[in-house]
Nanobody, 126 residues
């Protein structure tokens, strides 16, 4: 049974940093991507970033490019999202997802992802 467990959320002031972690159990795949999504109250879920684990493929939401970095530690079966220069509009519930094609469509639409975590809350105050 695949389980994805996020951690690292919290409350920070604008300009601060957080690092989210997603520990995967029962899952390893070299042929699919892992990613991060977020959802703010009253808004649709949006794809934040995905990676194929080798660093060969990474994709980001335009509004986080240059501020967020996705990385995977295959030895620990854990993915990370380093978030710097946080803005209030980055607030929301952040979800880890796994096993989807490494495509812009998969990131933009949120479809194809077979496994999801429970989420970790990020709150950025101005």
């Amino acid at each position: 049974q695949v389980q994805l467990m996020e951690s690292g959320g919290g409350s920070v002031q604008a300009g601060g940093s957080l690092r989210l972690s997603c520990a995967a159990s029962g899952y390893t795949s070299k042929y699919y991507c892992m990613g991060w999504f977020r959802q703010a109250p009253g808004k649709e879920r949006e794809g934040v970033a995905l990676s194929d684990g080798s660093g060969g493929i990474t994709m980001y939401l335009d509004s986080v490019k240059g501020r967020f970095t996705i990385s995977l530690d295959n030895a620990k079966n854990t993915q990370y999202l380093q978030m710097n220069s946080l803005k209030p509009e980055d607030s929301g519930m952040y979800y880890c997802a796994a096993q989807a094609p490494c495509t812009q469509f998969a990131l933009d639409s949120g479809t194809f992802w077979r496994h999801w975590g429970q989420g970790t809350q990020v709150t950025v105050s101005s």
